[in-house]
């Protein structure tokens, strides 16, 4: 039998009396009760759900939609909208337009009326888009209405369980520092949910607000060709009807929706974690581009924020391309074709360097920020193109100022139709590169863990004992504190970049070997180097987290 230390009884009393929804209310009542008796389970459980509050992360905030201040429900959306609207007020912005989106995740539609009603309540001119919608159209409503905030209900890519609620500025862009600090404090000094005012009325938007999304989307292609075959799935988020609706605007109707994926379905059933990242995730898009004999595959993820790309090889065996492939092809292209005469393009710490390479061979400018497109699309004036490894690409910056996968696939079709007119393909292109700016290999090593105070307790002893040497070669080590949360550990052309995650219990791990390439007929052997290079530094990375 396992005590119950009577402050948590009573933080957990408390936060029950304020809740406002009656199932969200048994539910914590029942965890209690066993709590109460002596459930060690239990009471392992009540601590977890009052550990809260949820914290604003890299885009956010995320977690299980469960009762209690630490995990997504009406009680925590009611006072989080609160301090939001608060916060608002104190910067002037009382009574201005604030728009509000969902995906079609558990919670998310009560979550959204909820939002709606408390910055409805607090005066705000509250629109609200009318369905579930893909979170690059709240992003760009955001900048078309000319918003005072924007708020949507998603947890992207996360598993079926969670939920999230991802906020923008005025700047139509995810908020910085010190505001989620001064939204927080706003938070906490809000009454329970049970006292916030509430009211219905907020404004439902018609479907003008698509239609003007989807005909910028449609101005993004560079090129005329058309002639392609596309397969595609929204992994059972509520991507693919846009996704397609933006292709055909395109002039791209030649598409294969992946059946079993085409409807919104909260509970993923035909994978365990909906991110195109993932092993399995993308096996039924890759099965039926085979089937189909499609030219390029697209794989959105469930908010349709993220893309991804599959391709066939020579012999037509079909892979995904890693989210530093996509994003130097497509910033290559966005360079070659635009009439910025001061163009920048941007990526972040952890994404391969070769778009930097890129930008050099253009005369183009160049960032790198922390991760997050919150700080991408910050990254400064003239900006044409910007991506994170992780398959965020934004190659609509003037309209979208976030990553928008309906924008960055409608544009990977272009490049591959207009490189199929040409009689070359994707893969082509990518030795071109090599050839030009030498071999990234890049690749990924995550530390998932069940309690956050994990990763802490890692990165202090990397920072107290840091290798001196990975794959054979000499490294010296970087602290990224305080600006962010990371390690950067480099040497004789490897990077490895260590941080916690801001949306998954993770510590991720970011590795890249780079080699120069003298000409295309060294290419092979080049790879083959790097290639055996990242092999040793992925087993020398994963002894570091044992």
């Not at 630490?70 to 337009?97: I, P």
């Not at 079926?160 to 908020?175: R, V």
């Not at 055909?248 to 035909?270: I, K, M, N, W, Y």
């Not at 096996?283 to 959105?300: F, P, Q």
Request: proline content about 6%.
């Amino acid at each position: 039998m396992t005590r119950l230390p009577p402050e948590l009884r009573d933080r957990a009393i408390r936060w029950i009396a304020d809740d406002v929804d009656p199932a969200a209310r048994h539910e914590l009542q029942t965890v209690l009760a066993a709590a109460m008796s002596g459930s060690a389970d239990a009471v392992a459980d009540l601590a977890d759900r009052m550990a809260g509050p949820l914290e604003f992360g890299t885009a956010g905030l995320r977690g299980p939609v469960r009762a209690g201040p630490n995990g997504m429900n009406t009680a925590v959306v009611v006072r989080t909208t609160a301090g939001v609207a608060s916060w608002l007020a104190a910067h002037g912005k009382a009574g201005q337009v604030v728009v509000v989106g969902r995906d079609a995740r558990h919670g998310s539609a009560e979550f959204a009326a909820a939002t709606a009603e408390v910055l409805h309540a607090a005066g705000f001119d509250v629109r609200v888009l009318p369905r579930p919608l893909p979170t690059p159209v709240l992003a760009f409503a955001a900048k078309h209405l000319g918003t005072a905030a924007a708020v949507q209900i998603t947890a992207s890519h996360n598993p079926p369980l969670d939920n999230g609620y991802k906020l923008y500025d005025d700047s139509a862009i995810q908020i910085v520092p010190p505001a989620d600090a001064e939204i927080e404090a706003a938070i906490a000094g809000a009454p329970g949910a049970v006292s916030v005012p509430r009211q219905a009325g907020a404004t439902v938007l018609g479907e003008e607000v698509l239609d003007a999304y989807l005909d910028r989307v449609a101005q993004v292609p560079r090129s005329t060709a058309r002639g392609l075959r596309v397969a595609a799935t929204a992994l059972h988020g509520v991507g693919a009807e846009v996704l397609r609706a933006a292709l055909s605007r395109a002039g791209f109707t030649d598409v294969h929706l992946v059946a079993e994926q085409s409807d919104p379905d909260p509970d993923f059933p035909t994978v365990s974690f909906p991110n195109p990242e993932e092993p399995g995730a993308t096996d039924l898009l890759l099965a039926l581009a085979a089937e189909v004999g499609a030219d390029l595959a697209i794989a959105l993820d469930p908010d349709a924020d993220r893309c991804a790309v599959g391709v066939p090889d020579a012999g037509g065996r079909w892979r995904m391309l890693r989210g530093d492939e996509t994003g130097v092809l497509l910033g290559e292209y966005v360079l070659s074709t635009t009439t910025n005469p001061d163009p920048l393009v941007a990526t972040t710490i952890v994404s391969a360097a070769m778009l930097g390479d890129i930008a050099r061979a253009h005369g183009a400018r160049y960032a790198e920020t922390l991760t997050g497109f919150k700080w991408l699309t910050r990254s400064g004036d003239g900006l044409v193109f910007a991506y994170e490894e992780a398959l965020g690409l934004c190659v609509n910056p003037d309209f979208v100022r976030d990553k928008d996968g309906i924008a960055a696939a409608t544009l990977a079709c272009d490049l591959a139709a207009k490189l199929k007119a040409e009689g070359r393909s994707l893969l082509d292109e990518l030795d071109r590169l090599a050839v030009a700016h030498g071999v990234y290999v890049t690749d990924q090593v995550s530390l998932r863990v069940t309690d956050l105070a994990v990763r802490g307790q890692v990165m202090t002893r990397l920072r107290k004992a840091p290798p001196d040497e990975l794959a054979g070669v000499p490294v010296g080590v970087e602290d990224l504190l305080p600006e962010t949360d990371a390690l950067r550990i480099a040497g004789g052309g490897l990077r490895v970049v260590i941080r916690p995650s801001g949306t998954e219990p993770k510590l991720k791990c970011y590795l890249q070997v780079a080699r120069p390439v003298g000409d295309a007929a060294a290419l092979a052997e080049v790879r083959v180097d790097a290639t055996g290079t990242m092999t040793a530094l992925r087993r020398d990375v994963e002894a570091l987290l044992a």
